[in-house]
């Protein structure tokens, strides 16, 4: 099963930019489609962004449409979310996450992080 560690969080001023990286152990990354996901104090978790297995086809969210990109690298068994202009109601735990399914089934999604905190100052 793959591993996987997020980092890049941080506290960052609305209208800033942060980059998330999530590492993945695991020769098998290249076969799993991934996700990004957040959670808000008092909230439940949220898809954010989905990437498939080769990069080609990413999905996001309506709210961080023109703002955050998602992609990976899979000689480097990473994905990343690149987040800019964010906004205060973009704070929370990032987690991402690996799913041998499609992106946008949430369900099926089986390899957690452990989670990246985002706080965006206003």
């Known amino acids: 099963q793959v591993q996987l560690v997020e980092s890049g969080g941080g506290l960052v001023q609305a209208g800033g930019s942060l980059k998330l990286s999530c590492a993945a152990s695991g020769r098998t990354f290249s076969s799993h489609a991934m996700g990004w996901f957040r959670q808000a104090p008092g909230k439940e978790r949220d898809f954010v962004a989905g990437i498939n297995w080769s990069g080609g086809i990413t999905y996001y969210v309506e709210s961080v449409k023109g703002r955050f990109t998602i992609s990976r690298d899979n000689a480097k068994n990473t994905v990343y979310l690149q987040m800019n202009s964010l906004k205060p109601e973009d704070t929370a735990v990032y987690y991402c996450?690996?799913?041998?399914?499609?992106?946008?089934?949430?369900?099926?999604?089986?390899?957690w992080g452990q989670g990246t905190q985002v706080t965006v100052s206003s």
């Open positions: 996450a690996a799913t041998r399914g499609p992106m946008t089934i949430i369900r099926m999604y089986d390899a």
